[in-house]
């Protein structure tokens, strides 16, 4: 279904983007010690990496559906979910060193999680490397859609599991407690879980348009 030429769900997107800002700056949330007001990132950093998990696990379904059917146009709808996710990865650390220059006092530490976030990233880039070092299609296709499943795996292990196994300043980690063990009260959820599907289907939006853009060069090429 169409609505004055765009699809419901990027209206949707738009409109959960704008409660999201406008709540996210103006809502009261938990007076809590080192975060004060720094807390409101949580719409933003954590939102968008959700969003870019998310758009990795989609890449990695089409690169499967190249590697059952040889079909072209699933690889390039992988890569373009790649080629966003990494976007939002970088908006990630943009948004989460902002936030440790306004809490730890430092643009960056030697936190586990941001040190790992940072190498899930190197990870990425070196899937661009790996696509722009091989000239043939079809074997750049099944070589990348087998890498970003390695590289999903790596980045799951680096921002999740090995920030767990030892000493972390991000809540959650290495002992130090989640914001489900604070105050986060049922105002801030009305914003945060909205806020994860609008950036996703931002996300969405985003590597829809490239893969567009794309497949006609790529048709016009044949």
């Not at 989609?58 to 499967?64: D, F, M």
């Not at 992988?78 to 990865?89: M, P, V």
């Not at 990630?92 to 936190?111: E, F, I, M, R, V």
Request: proline share 3%.
């Amino acid at each position: 279904m169409k609505l004055s030429g765009l699809q419901w769900w990027k209206w949707l997107c738009m409109g959960l983007l704008y409660y999201t800002i406008i709540q996210g700056l103006l809502i009261d949330v938990p007076k809590l010690p080192i975060l004060h007001e720094t807390i409101r990132n949580l719409f933003f950093h954590v939102t968008i990496w959700f969003a870019m998990i998310l758009l990795m696990i989609a890449s990695i379904v089409y690169g499967i559906r190249h590697l059952k059917t040889g079909n072209l146009i699933d690889d390039i709808k992988a890569s373009s979910c790649i080629y966003t996710g990494i976007l939002f990865g970088i908006l990630g650390l943009l948004t989460g060193s902002l936030w440790a220059k306004n809490t730890w006092g430092a643009w960056w530490t030697n936190d586990a999680k941001l040190n790992g976030a940072a190498a899930a990233m190197l990870v990425y880039f070196a899937y661009l490397v790996l696509r722009g070092s091989i000239d043939d299609r079809q074997k750049r296709a099944r070589i990348t859609a087998v890498y970003s499943i390695f590289a999903f795996t790596m980045m799951l292990t680096f921002i999740m599991v090995l920030p767990r196994l030892t000493d972390s300043l991000h809540p959650g980690n290495g002992g130090n407690p989640g914001f489900s063990s604070y105050d986060l009260d049922s105002k801030m959820r009305t914003v945060f879980y909205p806020a994860i599907i609008g950036w996703s289907l931002l996300g969405a939006w985003i590597a829809e348009v490239e893969s567009r853009i794309r497949i006609l060069h790529f048709r016009n090429e044949d």
